[in-house]
């Protein structure tokens, strides 16, 4: 365990940012409520208590679920249909998810229960904090969510745990949380009125998806970039479509960013000084048009990145209590229309910085600018890297597929009481493919790269591309014959994976 040595971190009412949650993901401290968080969860608990009293319908306190909505529960059966909830709304099917975007869910969650405003009590929350400082994790199955009425099966499944029942990540091992209370003398609790519901009502699930997925991203902006300057020197490309002067004609400072990036990146290389150089500087696109496109990326991502950050800081649930304006509202809040559009177009996006790498793959292994064919001395006898791009142009076709926007469609649920739902679900699963792709459609261009370089005559590479050159060539030798592509492949990806973080954070890259 990680937060061990780590110092405290104090759950405020603070805005947490998408860095902020990676820092605690990284780092993982021990968590504790600040005061101010206390009273109010406190003070939204006892008033659902005290309206749970009354005589009147409050949904989802003394009524039944979704369509159920004006079916009366009696009194002494509030805590029954809580714990109910759970078991009824637990059918996630698939795969485990990982133990991070678990351990997301449970933090997002603390995030939407500080306000108070869902009525949940400090019993609950300080057992979470009891799973986060403890790393006793929910284990969530990852497919089952629409979206939309909340991350209702996720959710179940992530609060399964509190009472005893589902499975968590514990000691490296998925075993049944009974197993992991009595070992840390933990006793089930036993849910109050309203909180099976602010369990698992919100799309909190969606925004943990969608946090992971955007922290690799922000390292693939910036990899991409890393990867076209290796690119643009072994294509001998011009310096003029990365020139300052030349982007200061644009108000996208998105594509300001990426050319100034290439500059740190290519400053020191004499790629563009070659005989092989075209004459007139008119590169291909996937080369001339790497500001604009990777600048395109970065906008799209920074809008994803504002929507979830909004979102998981947002009270995702509903009802809402309001105790100082002795109010209960009802409403939306448990609708992830904005965080499956953001993961929508987050997708479109990554999948148009893998579409550019392979375009840049091919050009390296077109046979032009003093290269030989497919890169490799005796072509003919050898293929060499020739079908390395039929599988980078596999991906990318299957990333494209992926591209369809899963928010556009929706499927009524309950009796049509939810009739809209965003489908969320499914726009994280299939962003998150689109990642997976990407790392090794990035490792082929990067394999091919450096190659490329190998063979270009009197390249002298910058500084910086010198050093991750040489690095890669201690994991993966030049090919001097046909061998199993594949092999190489993956090696390419494990070097891959295993530099961007270093890439993205000190290279000096904005």
């Avoid at 100082?324 to 992830?336: A, C, K, M, P, T």
């Avoid at 996006?349 to 046979?367: D, F, K, M, P």
């Avoid at 592509?485 to 070097?495: C, G, H, P, Q, T």
Wanted: with cysteine; aromatic share 8%; proline share 4%.
């Amino acid at each position: 365990m990680k937060n061990n040595q780590t110092s405290p971190h104090d759950l405020t009412l603070e805005f947490y940012t998408l860095e902020q949650l990676r820092q605690l993901l990284e780092h993982r401290p021990q968590i504790r409520l600040h005061p101010d968080v206390v009273s109010k969860i406190q003070a939204g608990s006892e008033y659902v208590k005290e309206k749970a009293a009354e005589d009147r319908y409050i949904y989802g306190v003394n009524t039944g679920f979704g369509s159920l909505c004006e079916t009366r529960i009696n009194p002494g059966d509030m805590e029954k249909l809580q714990h109910n909830l759970l078991l009824s709304h637990s059918v996630g099917v698939g795969e485990i998810v990982s133990v991070q975007v678990s351990r997301l869910a449970l933090f997002i969650k603390l995030l939407t229960f500080r306000s108070g405003h869902t009525g949940i009590s400090l019993d609950v929350v300080n057992r979470m904090l009891d799973f986060w400082n403890n790393d006793v994790i929910p284990a969530i199955p990852k497919k089952g969510t629409v979206g939309a009425s909340g991350d209702l099966a996720p959710l179940a499944h992530l609060a399964l745990p509190l009472v005893g029942l589902g499975k968590v990540h514990f000691r490296g091992e998925i075993v049944a949380a009974s197993v992991a209370l009595e070992e840390m003398g933990w006793k089930p609790l036993r849910l109050k009125p309203k909180e099976g519901l602010a369990l698992t009502n919100g799309v909190q699930y969606l925004d943990s998806m969608a946090s992971e997925s955007l922290m690799r991203v922000a390292d693939l902006i910036k990899c991409a970039d890393v990867l076209a300057a290796l690119s643009s020197q072994a294509f001998s490309t011009s310096r003029t479509f990365y020139h300052k002067v030349y982007h200061a004609t644009s108000w996208h400072t998105e594509r300001h960013v990426v050319a100034a990036n290439l500059n740190k990146l290519l400053d020191g290389s004499n790629h563009f000084a070659l005989p092989s150089c075209n004459k007139s500087m008119q590169d291909p696109y996937s080369f001339r048009c790497i500001p604009q496109v990777h600048g395109a990326v970065r906008q799209a991502f920074d809008f994803a990145k504002n929507t979830i950050e909004k979102d998981m800081n947002g009270v995702g649930d509903n009802p809402l209590f309001f105790p100082e304006e002795d109010l209960i509202l009802f409403g939306g809040n448990l609708h992830g229309e904005s965080s499956a559009m953001a993961m929508d177009f987050l997708a479109i996006a990554v999948s148009e910085l893998g579409n550019i790498s392979e375009r840049r793959t091919y050009q390296l292994l077109s046979g032009e600018r003093g290269l030989p064919d497919f890169l490799v001395k005796e072509s003919g006898l050898n293929s060499g890297f020739m079908i390395t791009q039929y599988t980078s142009a596999a991906l990318v076709n299957e990333n494209k597929v992926l591209c369809t926007p899963a928010c556009v469609d929706t499927i009524p649920t309950c009796q049509l009481q939810e009739d809209h739902v965003s489908m969320g679900g499914t726009s994280a699963y299939k962003l998150h493919q689109i990642i997976e792709n990407c790392d090794y459609i990035f490792a082929i261009e990067l394999l091919n790269a450096a190659q490329a370089i190998e063979l270009n005559a009197g390249l002298q590479l910058s500084p910086v591309s010198k050093r991750i050159f040489d690095s890669f060539r201690q994991s993966i030798p030049f090919l001097e014959t046909d061998k199993i592509m594949s092999d190489e492949i993956e090696k390419a990806r494990l070097f891959f994976i295993e530099n961007r973080r270093e890439w993205a954070t000190e290279l000096g890259l904005d």
